[in-house]
């Protein structure tokens, strides 16, 4: 990235930071053609909002729309300093699975035991979501792929934050479109709040269907949500009942 569009990127990102939720017109690419009939916007809810309008589309450095490869992707990350969660990290964590996956689980960011292994979802969370993958639904995780909306540990577990969201989003958005999975599970609110851009409640979203630039979403609750509440264990089996069906898996019933 050169230095003027560092400077554009931090600015941009601060102005985030600080609350901006809309790229002023003037600096939108120009509209597409509505696919759908709109609602008009005086009767769209607040919640329902885009909260960024892709910023990082705008400033995403060319060798990342241009890397055709997982691999390729993960060059260009490099030993990666576009914000300051690298200060604070052992290991990157990219992302693992099979880069043909049909479907494809995004989290928030790394927490320790995943700084550490530089691998996504090893820890406590981590064997829940994997029971979901090979008890629950029959597969290998090594048939899924799995990655974070950042892929740097945020220090102490804390959100991550806006500037280190539009850093690190550009990486995601292009391991999904090399993917290209049949189905995305984002897992928790942050991740579908960041993939969705919006600002609805989890508990809302989870169970419907949803789409991210023509890939259909299955919000659900985050495994760590459920080490804390057993109780939300129905509702992700409902939800990850109708990833299969999508996937044209066989859905054995639970006893
Ligand atoms: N939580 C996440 O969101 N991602 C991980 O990789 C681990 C825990």
């Not at 916007?41 to 910023?55: G, H, N, S």
């Not at 990082?56 to 914000?83: N, Y």
């Not at 579908?192 to 979203?205: D, E, H």
Request: aromatic content about 6%; overall charge positive.
């Amino acid at each position: 990235m050169d230095e003027a569009t560092r400077l554009a990127h931090a600015y941009l990102a601060r102005e985030v930071a600080l609350g901006l939720e809309f790229v002023p017109r003037s600096v939108r690419p120009p509209p597409a053609p509505p696919a759908r009939k709109e609602r008009p916007a005086a009767v769209r809810q607040a919640t329902d909002r885009p909260a960024v309008q892709a910023l990082s589309d705008l400033l995403i450095e060319p060798e990342i729309g241009a890397a055709s490869s997982l691999t390729e992707l993960r060059g260009v990350l490099g030993d990666c300093s576009r914000c300051k969660l690298h200060g604070g990290r052992t290991n990157i964590v990219f992302g693992v699975g099979d880069e043909n996956a049909e479907l494809m689980f995004v989290g928030e960011g790394p927490g320790e035991d995943e700084d550490r292994q530089g691998e996504p979802f090893v820890g406590r969370a981590g064997r829940l979501l994997t029971d979901i993958i090979t008890k629950g639904m029959g597969l290998d995780r090594a048939d899924v792929y799995i990655a974070n909306v950042v892929k740097c540990r945020p220090p102490g577990n804390r959100n991550p934050e806006p500037d280190e969201i539009v850093a690190c989003e550009p990486f995601l958005a292009r391991q999904i479109a090399i993917i290209r999975p049949k189905v995305l599970v984002t897992l928790g609110t942050f991740a579908t709040q960041a993939l969705l851009r919006n600002r609805v409640p989890i508990s809302r979203q989870r169970g419907n269907w949803h789409d991210y630039n023509g890939v259909p979403v299955m919000p659900t609750f985050h495994p760590a949500y459920l080490l804390r509440n057993a109780s939300g264990k129905r509702l992700v089996w409902e939800d990850i009942q109708q990833v299969m069906e999508r996937l044209g898996l066989p859905v054995a019933k639970k006893g």
